[in-house]
């Protein structure tokens, strides 16, 4: 039946004198994805070349080339005493932020009367404030993260910041380290540009003109720059360690508050915690699982001091009474 079938085969690649070329064999994928009608990849579109992008991968490329040779050389050099940070500058950007947006999107206001919100972030900002200590500067620095994504990171870094900027003797920076999905600038209404990102791959931005001076007096803002597949790799570099001690460089009052992406979905929030002296940990109540709180934990170890704050509560009418009730407000 074999042979037959092979003569067969052969007969019709040789009739009317032309030899057909075998017909090809389908592989294993192939056949499964005609079977279940799955669409091949291979039918795609291909993105279309951009050169601005292109020139812009290749200038981050040769920044994390460039800091590889830079922390090699670190390494096979004897152990030199830590270089004091260089301070920052005053911004040379400036920005109006939108008040009647963050009030109707339920933001409390840096000089807001007391209500529940604005009671909840000054308990939250007493603690923080607490662990830091002359000796222990970079608890100065606090990172804002959370497992999962929509579980009010964002909401509560902003929050955190605005009630922090009202204290009188305090001089607050948000930085929005989510380089995968920023969304500071947009919450406070503020125009985007040069940002962290954007520092780390051109020595030759200052962050100076990076930051941003708000109309609110105590409150300025570092974007996250422009979004780069290699925010890891940079965050990772010696350059970035430097940043990050010049946040806080000669200014004692300075609080720094970084709004991070969610632990378990961007590994740039586990190397931002190596830079900070506390994690803020958002925890949802009707969404975070115990398995990912403690797989966040896990992820932010390289810093010794991390809170958790549960987001999402709902208090009865009975639980709390703050404001016009104890005679403020009245």
């Known amino acids: 039946m074999d042979l037959q079938q092979n003569n067969r085969r052969q007969h019709d690649r040789l009739q009317n004198g032309k030899p057909q070329a075998p017909r090809r064999r389908w592989s294993l994928l192939e056949r499964a994805s005609a079977r279940l009608n799955l669409s091949p990849r291979f039918d795609t579109p291909v993105k279309p070349y ?75 900002k007493r603690q923080l404030l607490d662990a830091v200590t002359e000796d222990n500067p970079r608890a100065r620095v606090i990172l804002i993260c959370s497992a999962q994504p929509d579980e009010g990171k964002t909401f509560c870094a902003v929050n955190l910041a605005l009630s922090m900027a009202g204290e009188q003797d305090l001089d607050v920076l948000l930085v929005d380290g989510d380089c995968a999905k920023p969304e500071v600038l947009t919450t406070l209404g503020l125009s985007g540009g040069a940002g962290l990102i954007d520092a780390l791959v051109d020595p030759a931005i200052r962050l100076e003109d990076c930051i941003i001076q708000t109309d609110i007096p105590n409150l300025q803002v570092l974007p996250a720059g422009r979004l780069s597949h290699g925010a890891t790799e940079l965050l990772t570099s010696r350059r970035a360690e430097e940043l990050f001690a010049r946040l806080i460089a000669g200014k004692p009052n300075r609080i720094v508050i970084c709004d991070s992406a969610p632990a378990l979905y961007v590994s740039t929030a586990s190397v931002m915690a190596k830079h900070v002296g506390q994690v803020l940990l958002i925890v949802r109540a009707d969404k975070t699982v115990e398995t990912e709180i403690q797989e966040a934990l896990e992820m932010l170890k390289t810093c010794s001091n991390i809170h958790l704050l549960l987001n999402g509560v709902t208090f009865s009418s009975f639980s709390r009474r703050v404001g016009k009730e104890y005679g403020y407000g009245a």
């Open 50 to 124: 951009d050169p601005l992008q292109a020139a812009y991968d290749a200038k981050v490329a040769a920044a994390l080339a460039a800091n590889a040779q830079m922390d090699e050389q670190a390494r096979e050099q004897a152990p030199q005493p830590p270089k004091a940070a260089i301070p920052i500058g005053a911004p040379t950007r400036s920005g109006q932020v939108n008040h009647a947006d963050l009030k109707q999107k339920g933001y409390l206001r840096y000089d807001a009367p007391v209500t529940g919100l604005a009671e909840e972030f000054r308990r939250v």
